[in-house]
């Protein structure tokens, strides 16, 4: 009777160990990049909300110049205490919003302290007109809402804004 001569194929333990090694350092190098992924993902949440919160003031700062004369103070929810800064320079309205974009409160001065459940916090500051019929407020939303120190915010983001009336 004839034996076959099949050679057993395998890896030795030299190899298995090199390969443990190769995949062990490839996912210390995934895991390591991860961090910052999560911030910087965090970051442009952060960023999409604050830029529709300011879409959203600025609608309704449009919106609100072209009201009737009269019926500027039948504005729902809190837009009414914005009205009559467009002719002076002004203290600064700081507004309040959730994490879902809601309008919490309407406060003076950009130092005001933060409503419980405030995320955001946007600091309309109105300039003089260059012209008759255009206004120009300067916007900026910055995160977490509580912190009113502009240098030690996680996020922020400026617009100017120019309404025609």
């Keep these: 009777m004839k034996r076959s001569l099949r050679k057993a194929t395998a890896f030795s333990l030299v190899e298995v160990v090199l390969a443990l090694g190769v995949a062990a350092f490839a996912l210390i190098a995934i895991?390591?990049?991860?961090?910052?992924?999560?911030?910087?993902?965090?970051?442009?949440?952060?960023?999409t909300k604050a830029n529709a919160i300011i879409s959203?003031?600025?609608?309704?700062?449009r919106a609100n110049v072209r009201l009737p004369p009269g019926k500027a103070s039948q504005v729902q929810g809190n837009w009414s205490s914005l009205n009559g800064h467009?002719?002076?320079?002004?203290?600064?309205?700081t507004l309040f919003f959730?994490?879902?974009?809601?309008?919490i409160s309407v406060a003076q001065g950009?130092?005001?302290?933060?409503?419980?459940?405030?995320?955001?916090?946007?600091?309309?500051?109105?300039?003089?007109?260059?012209s008759v019929t255009t206004s120009l407020a300067q916007?900026?939303?910055s995160w977490p809402a509580a912190q009113?120190?502009?240098?030690k915010v996680a996020g922020s983001i400026d617009m100017l804004a120019a309404v025609n009336r």
């Design 139 to 141: 916007i900026t939303v």
């Design 148 to 151: 009113s120190d502009s240098t």
């Design 31 to 47: 895991l390591g990049v991860l961090p910052a992924g999560l911030k910087t993902q965090q970051a442009s949440v952060g960023q």
């Design 110 to 130: 950009s130092a005001a302290p933060a409503p419980a459940g405030a995320v955001f916090r946007a600091t309309l500051t109105y300039m003089k007109q260059p």
């Design 98 to 103: 959730t994490n879902d974009g809601q309008l």
């Design 56 to 61: 959203y003031i600025v609608d309704e700062l």
């Design 86 to 93: 467009w002719a002076v320079i002004a203290q600064p309205d």
